[in-house]
Nanobody, 123 residues
Framework: QVQPEESGGGLVQAGGSLRLSCAAPGRTFRNYVMGWFRQAPGKEREFVAAISWSNDSTYYADSVKGRFTISRDNAKNTVYLQMNSLKPEDTAVYYC????????????????WGQGTQVTVSS
């Protein structure tokens, strides 16, 4: 079992960058697929990116492909989301999630969730 905890959110101007971190203490961290999701006000939670436990496979939503990069450091029990060329439509609460098994984009298939971190992109 892991308990993700996000950090790194904030306010940034359009075109800027932020790096989100998700720490998930526990010796079994390396066994989990890690994903990032986001939820804007009045909208459903949507998939952003995910990474396999072994770091050899990643998957991105079309809306962030080429701008966001997901990575993980199993030695530090941490997954990152580097966000570049941010747009106002990226404004949302960003959540880190973990699951056993393969990469999926359905939020309900992730068993463990953090509390979220707010990202606001001003125009």
């Amino acid at each position: 079992q892991v308990q993700p905890e996000e950090s790194g959110g904030g306010l940034v101007q359009a075109g800027g960058s932020l790096r989100l971190s998700c720490a998930a203490p526990g010796r079994t961290f390396r066994n989990y697929v890690m994903g990032w999701f986001r939820q804007a006000p009045g909208k459903e939670r949507e998939f952003v990116a995910a990474i396999s436990w072994s770091n050899d496979s990643t998957y991105y939503a079309d809306s962030v492909k080429g701008r966001f990069t997901i990575s993980r450091d199993n030695a530090k029990n941490t997954v990152y989301l580097q966000m570049n060329s941010l747009k106002p439509e990226d404004t949302a609460v960003y959540y880190c999630a973990a699951r056993h098994g393969g990469i999926v984009i359905t939020a309900t298939l992730y068993a463990y969730w953090g509390q979220g971190t707010q990202v606001t992109v001003s125009s």
